[in-house]
Structure formats: C-alpha cells, structure tokens
C-alpha cells in the first residue's frame, strides 16, 4: 500500500450467545456436555465463533482468492524434476464465486488463501499482489446441522 492511501477498518462485536452456568442437584454430573467449575455448579461446554467480513481493494478493485494447497510432487523418485522423490509444491485454485469460495481447512495440506490483484504485480518476486489468509485453528461450527444454532450462524459451518 502507498504512504499516501489509506487503510480504514471497521470493527463490530457483540455476544451472540449467553455462557450459561448451571446449578446442580446432588446427583447431577457435569459431564458429557460441561465442567464442573466449582462445588455444584456447572459451565456448559460451548464454542467461540469469530467472523470477518473482507471487502477488500488489493491495489484495485479486481481481487482474486486464491487457495493454496501444499502438496507432493507427482514425478517419480528419480526423475529429473524429483530425483530423491522428497519434491513438493503449491497447488493453486482459483475461485470464480463467493458460493464457491466456502472452503474448509485442510490440516495435510496446510491450506491458505490469498486474496490477490492479478492486475497488479509485486515487483520482487513478478508475482501478484496478496495478502494471506491463514486460518488453521479454528473447528467449524460444532452443533448439529438442523440446530437452532447452526441455522442462526451458518456461515460458521467453514473456514472460509
């Protein structure tokens, strides 16, 4: 970005959800679905979910996502673009739609996406410019499918 843009965020929290502790009778047991927290009272398990909204302009307004997917080397051991068969490479995919776009992280893969500008190159590397979304921590949404919870933050049903 040039010293003369700049870069405005806008920030919205809010709790969507109520961490409820419970008091239990004298032959209640926390567990499967809490912790006991102290003598007879119990937190019920629950979920963190964080969202972000990009509407990003990467040097322009023409942006791509772009998922990224490190995998082996299909050339045999032995070949000359892998000759001690340890080779392996970025798979790109680039994503035409938002719809499209609903992606989960894959662990094996270690799955990124960069939002890129194909329009506009970084003069290093002769590549787009980008920025990297990494998001590898964060199960999806935990509740059952048909939930009222899964229908109120469906959107927390993939990484992206």
């Keep these: 970005m040039a010293q003369s843009e700049r870069c405005h965020a806008d920030c919205h929290t809010g709790g969507s959800g109520r961490h409820r502790k419970n008091c239990q009778g004298p032959s209640e047991e926390s567990a499967p679905y809490g912790t006991e927290v102290a003598k007879g009272i119990d937190a019920q398990n629950h979920q963190h979910i964080f969202s972000l909204r990009i509407d990003p302009e990467i040097d322009g307004p023409f942006n791509t996502v772009v998922q990224g997917d490190t995998v082996p080397s299909s050339s ?85």
Excluded at 80 to 106: D, I, Q
Excluded at 120 to 147: F, G, H, W
């Design 76 to 160: 045999p051991v032995g070949s000359k673009s892998n000759p001690y068969g340890n080779g392996f490479l970025a798979k790109k995919t680039v994503f035409r739609t938002a719809k499209e776009a609903g992606a989960e992280y894959n662990h094996q893969t270690s799955r990124t996406w960069d939002i890129t500008n194909p329009n506009r190159i970084n003069q290093e590397p002769k590549k787009p410019v980008a920025y990297k979304i990494i998001n590898s921590s964060c199960p999806a949404l935990l509740a059952q499918s048909d939930s009222f919870m899964a229908r109120r933050g469906a959107f927390a049903s993939k990484a992206l």
